[in-house]
């Protein structure tokens, strides 16, 4: 897109935007438009689905001249943008989020697993959709950590990032600590912490419902008391697996049941209906586990013998380019739907990921979703809260979605250095090497180059210009200390040659609040760096 192009849409914002709101050819979001057939608000476009654009989009290139750093510019595009964001703007707006925590090598409890992390957050929505949530366990071992991806609002992942981590810990808790918690709850005294959170000064909580979220929690641990098999806790991928399929149908239930509260009954309903994908790792003395349903991701960055860095991915995405998650979806629904169940990449044609918290729109029969929204009463109107009545097409078997996740096991070893848990607005802009070998330079400070190969020895000379500019393009220094911001900062503004290229990543930061979703998401990074230590005594 060239900038003058670029610049025109600028121009145009406002009327622009409003018709793509109501235009079934505009994508954001993980929804795609619905069609025009279904009643719905002109001036909604959370139904949309986003792919469009990206962030490399806004320039042609960055061309060589004579001049600037690294022997090369950025093509200028101010006078057709004017977006003139200062070194320091940029900044403020990158740092706005980031969170460094460190993590104390012994805690009392044993050693752990887990040096310090490093996260952050850049919003496209407004409110931003993305939500993280980092916790030790204090009732049992390790950490936990995760990142969730709302769409169709933000409700969602806000109540999950809230509460799946309790539900995880409290299903890895022995009985008898289990009982400790009942008994302070029966008879009114203090409870003993669950998990000790780590919250950003930003980070937004659902005070009114806390008493119902503390509520539903009680009721699952009763049930574990109840069950003669839990004994000692579950392990962490079967409390993982639980606690993923037992929060999702408290959020069902809760749509559905009567409150006294209008707030708390509106609260319910958005998180129903809006839907989020999660990605939680669990990370312990003797290794990761990883549950994932959605398409966020977790990569393993590890440092190989000759001190060069390796991705190694510990989840998939769970989206139509994953054949064998289509064929999972296909499976459960009748041969004739077979030409339905997936079109155009997306659930039905409307959802991207294929599994996901809330979504009951996928999930729940016509009749009920039909009931509880006719049924909300008059203290709560259906156009606030970005509700309407429709029906995905060709909504004939339901459900058609679950949250059941995806886990793994990775056994911790000596090269095993950090892990990067995003939300699907990173890996959209980067690779999972790009990004460990972007966070493994930025650790080390070494910036390996590998031998000119006999191939790149019979370069011509501009050729030869071109490979040693993105050769020393990597080696540039680091402008943050926060690496999840450095992950950031390099998937929008990064240049042709790997150098930062200041306009692209100044007009990617500057664009408007109803255009910056066209050119990029969310975006969600959290960076944890391993006890290497621990393991090579383990291994010893």
């Known amino acids: 897109m060239s900038g003058r192009l670029y610049a025109s849409i600028l121009q145009r914002a406002s009327s622009y935007t409003l018709t793509l709101c109501s235009s079934a050819a505009f994508q954001c979001s993980h929804f795609v438009a619905i069609p025009s057939s279904q009643p719905r608000p002109a001036h909604h476009c959370h139904f949309s689905s986003w792919g469009t654009f990206r962030s490399h989009q806004l320039f042609s290139s960055c061309e060589e001249t004579g001049n600037g750093p690294q022997g090369g510019r950025c093509l200028s595009t101010r006078q057709d943008l004017d977006f003139q964001l200062s070194q320091v703007q940029i900044n403020n707006i990158l740092r706005s989020n980031e969170q460094t925590v460190s993590v104390p090598e012994f805690d009392g409890r044993g050693l752990s697993a887990v040096r310090k992390f490093e996260s952050n957050q850049l919003p496209a929505n ?36 809230e509460r799946l981590l309790y539900y995880t810990a409290v299903a890895m808790m022995p009985k008898q600590s289990l009982e400790e918690l009942e008994n302070c709850m029966e008879n009114g005294q203090p409870v003993p912490p669950i998990l000790q959170w780590y919250k950003h000064h930003a980070d937004f909580n659902y005070r009114e419902s806390a008493s119902l979220y503390i509520d539903h929690l009680r009721v699952f641990w ?42 708390m009954k509106s609260t319910a309903i958005q998180v129903a209906f809006a839907g989020c994908t999660a990605c939680v790792a669990h990370v312990g003395t ?12 977790v990569v393993l960055g590890v440092q190989e013998e000759d001190g060069s860095w390796s991705a190694l ?3 998939q995405d769970h989206n139509s380019q994953n054949q064998a998650e289509v064929e999972r979806i296909k499976a459960q629904h009748p041969p004739s739907e077979k030409d339905t169940v997936v079109t155009d990449d997306r659930l039905l044609g409307v959802l991207m990921p294929l599994r996901a918290f809330g979504d009951v729109r996928f999930k729940w029969s016509h009749e009920l979703q ?37 886990t793994t096991y990775h056994k911790l070893r000596p090269q095993d250095r950090f892990l990067i848990l995003g939300t699907d607005g990173l890996w959209d802009e980067l690779g999972n090497e790009e990004a460990v070998r972007l966070i493994g330079e930025h650790l080390s400070g070494i910036h390996l180059q590998a031998p000119v190969s006999p191939s790149e020895r019979q370069l011509k000379l501009g050729q030869m210009h071109e490979l040693l500019l993105k050769r020393q393009a990597r080696a540039s220094p680091a402008l943050d200390t926060n690496a999840a911001t450095h992950l ?36 969600t990074a959290t960076v944890v760096y391993l006890n290497s230590d621990l393991a090579r005594t383990h291994r010893s």
């Not at 409390?239 to 749509?255: N, V």
């Not at 990761?288 to 398409?295: E, Y």
């Not at 008059?378 to 309407?388: A, E, H, I, K, M």
């Open 370 to 406: 039909q009931s509880i929204l006719a049924n909300l009463g008059s203290g709560v109107d259906l156009d606030s809260l970005n509700l309407y009545q429709y029906t995905p097409p060709n909504y004939l078997t339901p459900p058609y979605l679950d949250v059941v996740p995806e």
């Open 313 to 315: 991915p510990l989840s």
């Open 126 to 161: 407004t409110p931003n959709e993305d939500r993280r949530s980092a916790a030790t366990c204090l009732q049992s071992k390790g950490m936990l950590f995760g990142v969730f991806d709302g769409h169709g609002g933000w409700a969602c992942a806000q109540a999950v990032s």
């Open 286 to 297: 003797d290794g990761i586990h990883v549950a994932n349903a959605g398409d966020c991701r």
């Open 488 to 523: 950031i900062r390099h998937a929008l503004g990064t240049g042709e040659y790997g150098e930062l290229c200041q306009e692209r990543l100044a007009s990617m930061l500057a664009l408007p609040e109803d255009l910056a979703r066209m050119y990029r998401d969310d975006i």
């Open 222 to 263: 009763q049930e574990l008391l109840d069950s003669e098999e839990h004994g000692e806790g579950m392990s962490p991928p079967d409390a993982l697996d639980f606690a993923f399929k037992r929060l999702d149908a408290d959020i069902s239930l809760e749509a559905q049941v009567p409150f006294s509260s209008d707030l």
